[in-house]
């Protein structure tokens, strides 16, 4: 006994009495009671005020829930065509017994008698949103802290990065006014400054140049804002195609001086290249090769010559300052994308954004996926389309098509052959097949039917060794939808060995012979 009551003395010695709290020292969310109310009294006096913030003010947003009770029951009366006043809200106050707690419809017009001036409404109304965005922000952090402790193996770091990413830009994107009507005065200068930059510009085009002339004439570059999808069959040369837009922009990029001291950009565009099939060094291999002119495939397998190193020394040279970041990351999330296209932009002047391919893309969606992969497409595409246009600039999707296009005899793609084709043709502003009929006819070499004569197999060949004549060396590039001008077929030539595309010179484009 006196053994355990020397245990129990120690324990009970050992535990520290809890101070009373002080509440003025506790943290308290961040809130403003005055704005709100003065911002109430305001609408009450003077509903026209009550304009100026429903663009970007919502009832939740009052730190204050019964203030938020009342401007929502203030915006329901003013939204249905009636008069918000303390009059016509009092039933509203009567009935409902927190709101009587306060004083009732009496509360309501002590709110209105209180009021200054409605000329301050928006910007009661900002300071309310900005308390508001201080108070989700505290709660963002408190959830990332309370993520991290938990160590869970099927929600890594990197996911809970993802979601804080995206949550923190939900909430940065939440309650902006910047949109709205614009007068077609200034859309109509724009549109004048834009053709003119077009003028000025080598290719004539509005948008990015691609560096390739028939492919620019017939798209007038690549414009900001827009989603441009570039499918194909697997060997038809979409990464290859892509590569080759996104240096050929990158390689014409210059600036010059504004008169704000700003740089302008002239030409060509900086380039994010999300590569989520191939690692950088591989992606890097195959421009080395297109600027070296030695194969790809000799480069990876090591069989080079010496003097092939100083082709390497000045093709790198050439490649040093040219404007090209690659990310690698594989399944990447449309949020982590737009978070680091977003910063990009802000450090080094994004022009054009590039992935490869869309398919490998996650949904933005809690960092997890959806189990209706059509639905998953559909977000993605839609968030690469608000990509574009928050960050105004062209958007290149690499996709891959379905394998109805093999059980054609023509092998050419249609819209109808996209993977979950649906979303991707609804929300890309043009989409491009790149179709090389010489990859079906080298696998399709005749071979002698049972029976067939010799004539009838040598007419065979010989069309065959014709088409592959015609077909070697070629590309073409379908446009199958343009929002902003024609659809049609360009050619390109395309050399394997360096996986490189270039124009395509017909004889038309011969020059005449002189007698």
């Not at 053994?3 to 009495?17: C, D, K, L, Q, Y």
């Amino acid at each position: 006994m006196i053994f355990s009551a020397g245990m129990e003395s120690t324990t009970a010695s050992r535990v520290t009495a809890l101070r009373e709290p002080d509440l003025d020292r506790t943290p308290q969310p961040p809130a403003n009671t005055q704005a709100e109310q003065a911002l109430l009294g305001a609408i009450l006096i003077n509903n026209t005020a009550y304009g100026r913030v429903s663009e970007f003010l919502l009832a939740e947003h009052f730190g204050n829930a019964v203030h938020g009770r009342i401007f929502a029951a203030i915006a329901k009366l003013i939204e249905r065509g009636q008069i918000a006043n303390p009059i016509t809200l009092k039933n509203l106050f009567d009935q409902d017994g927190a709101l009587a707690e306060i004083g009732g419809a009496m509360y309501l017009a002590r709110l209105a008698e209180a009021a200054v001036t409605v000329i301050n409404a928006e910007h009661y109304g900002r300071t309310i949103h900005d308390l508001h965005l201080r108070r989700e922000l505290i709660t963002i952090g408190q959830d990332v802290v309370s993520e991290a402790f938990q160590h869970d193996l099927d929600d890594p770091a990197t996911m809970q990065i993802e979601r804080a990413e995206s949550k923190l830009f939900e909430l940065a994107t939440s309650g902006q006014a910047e949109g709205g009507f614009n007068p077609f005065t200034s859309a109509l200068a724009s549109a004048i400054t834009a053709a003119e930059a077009a003028f000025k510009r080598d290719g004539k085009t509005v948008g990015v140049a691609t560096g390739f002339l028939d492919l620019d004439k017939k798209l007038g570059g690549l414009h900001p804002s827009d989603l441009i999808i570039l499918a194909g069959r697997p060997s038809m040369g979409k990464t290859a195609l892509a590569t080759n837009i996104a240096f050929n922009a990158a390689k014409a990029y210059r600036t010059q001086r504004g008169a704000d001291g700003r740089p302008l950009v002239e030409d060509g565009a900086v380039i994010g290249f999300f590569s989520l099939e191939m690692s950088a060094e591989q992606l890097a291999t195959r421009i080395l090769a297109e600027e070296s002119g030695i194969s790809s495939d000799r480069i990876r397998r090591g069989e080079v010559k010496r003097e092939d190193f100083d082709k390497f020394v000045a093709a790198s040279q050439r490649l040093a300052a040219i404007p090209m970041f690659i990310d690698d990351t594989p399944a990447i999330s449309v949020a982590a994308l737009r978070t680091r296209a977003r910063r990009l932009k802000r450090q080094q002047g994004l022009g054009m954004i590039v992935i490869d391919y869309l398919q490998l893309l996650r949904p933005s969606q809690n960092g997890r996926g959806s189990e209706n992969r059509v639905q998953e497409i559909s977000e993605i595409t839609r968030g690469l389309k608000a990509i574009a246009k928050e960050l105004e600039v062209p958007v290149i999707a690499l996709s891959q098509l379905s394998r109805a296009v093999e059980q054609r005899e023509d092998k050419r793609p249609l819209l109808a052959d996209l993977r979950e084709s649906g979303s991707i043709e609804q929300d890309a502003d043009v989409v491009m097949f790149i179709f090389r009929e010489e990859y079906y006819l080298s696998r399709g070499e005749p071979t002698r039917r049972p029976e067939e004569s010799d004539d009838k197999f040598n007419d065979r060949f010989e069309h065959w060794r014709q088409r592959m004549e015609v077909t070697f060396g070629t590309a073409e590039v379908i446009i199958a939808k343009q929002r902003h001008g024609p659809i049609g077929t360009v050619k390109l030539h395309f050399e394997a060995e360096t996986t490189k595309f270039d124009n395509f010179i017909g004889p038309e484009r011969f020059p005449a012979e002189e007698y």
